[in-house]
């Protein structure tokens, strides 16, 4: 089979959602993930629709996605848009909070050594 997407994939190791509708979801796991789509695993050959929406809650990304094609268990997905963006993640807060603690240190090493 001939590979035609635009951007290469990486091969990655997610859990995710697949939202059939409203009321029904699926869990799955995502198994190479680009910036244009994905291919997702789920639990047997479940009949999804044409169109879901996505959750990767370790990327904190949702997007809504067209069923490019069906093999087994798995899913080749392509991203028509990204519903959900990342924001502040916790590395933000925790990078903060690391750069706050090293001054705070500075300044505690320069009272030690007589400079402040």
């Known amino acids: 089979m001939q590979d035609r997407?635009?951007?290469?994939?990486?091969?990655?190791?997610?859990?995710?959602?697949?939202?059939?509708?409203a009321r029904s979801s699926m869990?799955?796991?995502?198994?190479?993930?680009?910036?244009?789509?994905?291919?997702v695993e789920v639990n047997g050959p479940a009949r999804m629709p044409e169109q879901i929406n996505l959750t990767i809650a370790r990327k904190g990304r949702s997007y809504l996605a067209t069923v490019i094609w069906r093999e087994a268990?798995?899913?080749?997905?392509?991203?028509?848009?990204?519903i959900t963006d990342p924001g502040a993640s916790d590395l933000d807060a925790r990078l903060r909070a690391s750069e706050k603690k090293k001054r705070q240190l500075q300044r505690r090493i320069k009272q030690l050594i007589g400079e402040g």
């Open 5 to 21: 997407r635009a951007n290469s994939r990486d091969k990655v190791l997610f859990g995710g959602c697949a939202e059939v509708d």
């Open 27 to 39: 869990n799955c796991v995502v198994r190479n993930l680009s910036e244009n789509g994905a291919c």
């Open 73 to 82: 268990n798995r899913l080749g997905l392509a991203f028509r848009t990204m």
